[in-house]
């Protein structure tokens, strides 16, 4: 039997819940602690998914015992905050993305996690389906070819809430770092980081980014991306190579399935059954790698971290998207 | 009956005859003319669409009696100098896309139309198709809402032979001219000239642009638009609204559905039937403007092609795609 891995979550909004109804599903994982700045949330949340522990302060979190791993789902304009928090307290860390709000940010994470010889890894959970293995898999078999164009999308239509996360700058608000993140990565995966970068952004009411659309030049190929809160789209992935094509459906991010399209032959769908949503590969990767004694995932290395930050700090400085007391 | 317009045809290629199968099936039209630089050409072209004159010189048709306008189908590279030759002649003009090769060029020809109170129109045929008029009545219905952003994209992969018009620099080859124009009119049409564009290519074996990616800024929407002889791509248009999305499905500048998708709605798809490849929309209307007496299009009016011009060169001069002889 594995090692049981023992999680605690920082933050208890929507994605908390989401995550913690996956990580149930899990074989040998425990959620073992929950803390938020709302007693009533955390006793809410700590009842729902029977949790031992619970806190109305991130700091005290670290008083469980046998405590392994701590999840952190607050808004992104505290992700590097609660992750140098926990780590200084030699705790592993598994932070929600955008990893930070811009590179200076993430470089102190990821020297905070070195310093202290503790894991650190982005939930880039994407990373992790089946599909996205499968996507890899099909393009090293050279089944379409060299990659000439990847297209992208994310879009859904934002209820007008502007206190909420969605559309509050205060909070990191806004296309790009929300959704726009996926599109980015699936070309830097795929891609690597491209030699120029175009962006464009219209903003809505509350200053916020309410679409964003970016073109990455490559060497030999491009990419042309789509984040917004104002139209729902197909948010759907096509990856052109010179002798075919994959297509990763709606929503690309999370889908069960791809169709490849290979010349002059009959498309080709591969489903992966799971009755998860999907974190529970990332959640199987993180405890995968503290079993081994890992500091970092091999397949979401902090480099990686690194540049698609990067990425999108270019992106926001191209479309003009900035964020009071982040860039000043 | 309406007055029987005759046609002329200057430069017999591939699109030459394509265009020739549909003008004979569009009533009270006739081909009348055909001139090509190889008499050979002229005399086969002649033969198979039983067009009583044929000539091995494009100064020579307009001796033809009775000719009422004439197609141009040489490559690109000799619009303008075509165009304005039948201009001065007096005769009517069909010109194919790109109109010319660049805004200096669409110039001299919009003059010497007025100069010379003659109808001058480029052959932009996806303008006339059904399918078009149906998109445009969709969105002024208010069925999608406020256009948000526009997805288009033409790809096929072009065979390598370097000394044909596609990929040979000297006829004005290249994706964006010949395939990415389809793109950039749609969002045209649809959303009028960007109040920002920005371009990326990729250059092949010969020089031309083998792939060219374009974003362009609206001040309340975006569009991202790709056309590339590297990859064979799904060449779809999908048009995102506030409420809901049209889709026309490859390839889009002559599909005969589209398919509009309002917010909690099921699907409408609406079809068109046609026997032609869709040319004979804009036959029919050079034909109607003729028996009017009218010197533009209203659908497809000269400072379209104006505007239409003036992207591609912003897009080639963002781009870094020249001509030689033509951008210096």
Redesign the interface.
């Known amino acids: 039997m594995a090692k049981p891995i023992r999680w605690g979550i920082i933050g208890l909004g929507r994605i908390a819940e989401k995550f913690a109804n996956d990580l149930v599903k899990v074989p040998d994982t425990k959620l073992h602690a929950v803390a938020s700045t709302s007693i009533d949330r955390a006793q809410d949340f700590a009842q729902k998914f029977s949790v031992p522990y619970h806190y109305n302060s991130y700091q005290d979190i670290f008083k469980t015992p046998d405590l392994d791993v701590i999840y952190i789902a607050t808004p992104h304009t505290s992700h590097a905050e609660n992750a140098i928090l926990c780590l200084k307290n030699k705790m592993a860390v598994l932070c929600e993305k955008p990893f930070a709000m811009n590179l200076k940010e993430v470089q102190k994470m990821v020297d905070t996690a070195r310093e202290n010889d503790t894991f650190l890894m982005e939930a880039m959970w994407t990373r992790f389906i089946p599909v996205i293995q499968k996507t890899q898999e099909l393009i090293a078999e050279d089944r379409i070819g060299k990659i000439?164009?990847i297209?992208a999308?994310f879009?859904f239509?934002a209820p007008f809430t502007p206190e909420r996360r969605t559309l509050n700058p205060v909070l990191g608000g806004g296309a790009l770092l929300d959704i726009g993140i996926y599109p980015a990565y699936l070309s830097l995966l795929l891609l690597d980081y491209p030699t120029?970068i175009?962006?464009?952004s219209?903003f809505g009411q509350t200053g916020v980014d309410e679409?964003t659309?970016?073109?990455f030049?490559y060497p030999?190929?491009?990419?042309?991306?789509?984040a917004?809160f104002?139209?729902?789209?197909?948010t759907e992935a096509?990856i052109?190579?010179?002798k075919?094509?994959i297509h990763l459906p709606e929503r690309f991010h999370e889908t069960r399935t791809l169709t490849l399209y290979e010349?002059d032959k009959d498309p080709i769908t591969f489903t992966f059954e799971q009755e998860t949503k999907g974190y529970n590969f990332e959640i199987e990767e993180v405890n995968n790698c503290l079993r081994n004694n890992k500091k970092e995932s091999v397949k979401m290395p902090l480099s990686m971290s690194v540049k698609l930050m990067s990425l999108l700090d270019e992106i926001r400085q191209k479309a003009g998207i900035k964020y009071d007391g982040i860039d000043d």
Chains 1, 2 share one sequence.
Do not use: P
């Open positions: 000439k164009t297209h999308d879009g239509v120029a175009h962006a464009v219209i679409t659309s970016f073109v030049k030999q190929a491009t990419a042309l991306m789509n917004t104002a139209s729902r789209t197909r096509l052109y190579g010179e075919g094509y010349t």
